[in-house]
């Protein structure tokens, strides 16, 4: 992944109007500023204010199209599952739902929003390590489609309780392939160091003592090696690695009827080269063409980042000897992924005007007590004076879902546009709400 220190010369960066060559459903109008799917930004800007959270329903619909149409012109029998985690809310969900997508939760929460959406239980995943007996009953009583199991421990747990509930518990065992797909530390999910998943070379004898279990129902394996991966390569050999246990497991006498092949498809945040649907569906017929497999994907980033931005205003620009600062209205706690993971996101001036200013560097970054508040350094901004706003982008995915109410700042809007419509879907919260709940003893 990208990192946030500053480049060589902040020119190196792509420009705004460069990242916005790059995405269709963003342009600049000369009257209007920045526009998404046709709806300017300032005009909802002006009404419910910043930050806040903007979405296409458009980009959504269109990027899940085309992944499904990837794999199905690839030969291949799979089903997308959405990514609950990377943006959980209900309106994402239902457009989703919509589409025919199921759903890959890895909490209770998650899978109650799916359903709640209008996700079929049957077309639920549940993934996770630390799935709680609470949860476990909620899945099979709720009859989900298939339960990824993470270790031998979770396996007895789960036999247990199907066993008590007098259920079957369709089951894949997630197995770690010991790739490593070379993002960030943090987001990486396919090593043998990694909590996620089930040692390869235990994974075989684990699938034949679940045939033993009761309550246990084999359906196949599962793998997920990451996140924000932008080369094939680890796929193809982490699906090498899988295909080879299917072979093995069935060299035993055992069934495999599915393959998870899991998420993590990159996006070009910074114009990098990245991966396509089109790409990742040749990797899995690659590997698994001849096996005779339904594949199941849990995209997640793909789908939904580059349908969000987060829009801010500029409080001051403050002016150092060595720097000058930009310092939105949007911080952190709104957008904690520069922070928690170095991680690059364009910006870009929402005004017109602005938009055609002359470049210079500045540091973008917000209001809170934290020196890790900060957006970009050495980035190539035009002047930006109080009140101008800006756009950050590719944010629709762990953007507002990883938002918090740090520095007792309320939790910002979020808005979709759909077509030449636009509906505030969450209202900006209240000061109030920040202790709505909370009890002060008497004494």
Known sequence: ????????????????????????????????????????????????????????????????????????????????????????HLAILATFANEGAGADVVSEGELRRALKAGIPASHIVYSGVGKSDRELRLALGEDIGQINVESAEELHMLSAIAQDMGKSARIALRVNPDVDAG?????????????????????????????????????????????????????????????????????????VDSVDCGGGLGIPYRGEAAPSPTGLAGAIAGAFHNLDVRIALEPGRWLVGPAGVLLASVVLTKHTPSTRFVVLDAAMNDLVRPAMYDAWHGIVPVSAVDAVAPLG???????????????????????????????????GAYGAVMSSAYNARPRAAEVMVDGEQWTVIRARRTHEDLWAGEVVPAR
């Open 183 to 255: 993002g960030h530390e943090k987001i990486s999910t396919g090593r043998a160091t990694d909590k996620f998943g089930i040692a390869y070379d235990a994974a075989a004898a684990l699938y034949a003592l679940a045939n033993t279990l009761p309550g246990i129902q084999t359906v196949g394996v599962a793998t997920h090696i990451g996140s924000q991966i932008l080369d094939l390569a680890p796929y193809r050999a982490a699906y090498a690695r899988i295909a080879e246990l299917v072979r093995t497991i069935r060299g035993m006498g055992y069934r």
């Open 1 to 88: 992944m990208a990192s946030l220190a500053p480049t060589t010369d902040p020119f190196d960066d792509p420009t705004p109007a460069e990242l916005l060559a790059g995405r269709g459903n963003l342009k600049h109008h000369a009257m209007d500023g920045l526009l998404l799917d046709g709806v300017p930004l300032n005009r909802i800007a002006d009404a419910v204010g910043t930050p806040t959270w903007v979405y296409s329903a458009g980009t959504l619909r269109s990027r899940y199209r085309a992944l499904a149409a990837a794999l199905k012109d690839a030969g291949l029998d799979a089903q997308p599952h959405y990514a609950v985690k990377a943006n959980d």
């Open 361 to 395: 560097p500045c540091d973008v970054v917000g209001p809170i007590c934290e020196s890790g508040d900060t957006f970009a350094r050495s980035r190539a901004l035009p002047p930006l004076a109080p009140g101008a706003r800006v756009a950050l982008l590719d944010a």
